[in-house]
Each structure stands twice: as C-alpha cells, then as structure tokens.
C-alpha cells in the first residue's frame, strides 16, 4: 500500500505508533504524516494517559493490542549488564587516573593513597563480578 494514501484513513485524535518485528516502539506521534513506516508495523491507538507515557526510546512495545514497558530478552540483560560493567570500569578509571599518576611520581599524599587503594580494591571486585548469572548487583563504589 502506498504510505502517503494510507495517512488519510488516521484519526486525528489518535496516536500513531510504529514498532518493529520485536514489537519495539521506534517511533510515536499523533501526526502520521510525519512518519516513515517503511519495515515497521503501524497502529492508532486511544490518546490516553496509558499510552501518552510511551515514547521513542526502545523502553517501550507494542504487544497484544496494549503499549508496555518493554520485556527485554536474557540475552539483552546480559549485554546491558556487560555494558554497565564497562562503564563501572571506565568511571573507576577517571577517578584514579590523577591518584595513580602522583603515586608513580612519588607525589602521593597518604589521604589520596588510601582513597586510590579503596578505588583499586572496587575495581577488583567489579572486574571479578560475574555477569553471566542475572539478576547482577555490582559492588557500591567508595565514597
């Protein structure tokens, strides 16, 4: 069907949702002369509260006639935490770059040392964490 005859069938007070084959939420607007569904499904929905919440962020799905939050799969989970973990690893790293730098001139004072081995003892336990078994909880970091 061509897209551009089809927007005229759309109700104006209604909201427009494109999602994809996983039911993913890729795009939401009650104009659906904005839109570019070509791939994607498209369904109007009631301009509700319930469905005013969804957006476009890929947090959101479109199943069973209803907008959810979305159902990530344990593969998902496992690349989110992966990811999160890096991201632990890389703040850590911000953190200590300075302390690490004075403690290899020798400039180190023994606040700033005892603060470096409290950030070095976290990234122990976050690089040791293991993400292959979910729900995960990483470490808190020192204060």
Known sequence: KNWYEEVKNFQPDTIKIVYDENNIIVAITKDASTLNPEGYSVVEIPDITANRRADDSGKWMFKDGAVIKRVYTEE?????????????????????????????????????????????????QVETTDTSVLPVTFPEPPE
């Open 76 to 124: 998902e989970l496992r690349l989110q935490t992966e990811n999160q973990k890096k991201i632990l690893l890389q703040q850590a790293r911000e953190k200590t770059q300075f302390w690490q730098t004075q403690l290899t001139l020798g400039i180190i004072t023994d606040s700033d040392r005892q603060q470096l081995m409290n950030w070095m003892r976290y990234v122990q």
